[in-house]
């Protein structure tokens, strides 16, 4: 069974920067989409940004132009680099990898997800 890790929460200050991580491993299928989401209190999870297997990204509205999405070399690590970090991203962010593009699919697996707080 895939395992999904995520990695890199922490409590940070508006403006501040984070770096999160996603490692997934024993996958019997090959991995072609990954994504982040995120889940703040009293939210439905939302999609932050996702990366195809040939590299195509796309992001939500209001992460445009601060996160960055990309994968590591072998295709099973994934990163989110974020940048001006405002107190509305403040969510438990989620790793889901699947063997679909567009992450559709029973076989699309999730993390734990990962705590960010950020505060004003």
């Known amino acids: 069974q895939v395992q999904v890790v995520e990695s890199g929460g922490d409590s940070v200050q508006a403006g501040d920067s984070l770096r999160l991580s996603c490692a997934a491993s024993?996958?019997?299928?090959?991995?072609?989409?990954m994504a982040w989401y995120r889940q703040a209190p009293g939210e439905q999870r939302e999609l932050v940004a996702s990366?195809?297997?040939?590299?195509?990204?796309n992001y939500a509205d209001d992460v445009k132009g601060r996160f960055t999405i990309s994968r590591g070399d072998g295709g099973s690590t994934l990163n989110l680099r974020m940048n001006s970090l405002k107190p509305d991203d403040t969510a438990i962010y989620y790793c889901?990898?699947?063997?679909?593009?567009?992450?559709?699919?029973?076989?699309?697996?999730w993390g734990q997800g990962t705590q960010v707080s950020v505060s004003s």
């Open positions: 990366i195809t297997r040939s590299g195509a990204t």
């Open positions: 024993r996958s019997r299928f090959a991995i072609y989409g």
């Open positions: 889901a990898v699947s063997p679909n593009d567009d992450l559709s699919g029973p076989l699309t697996t």
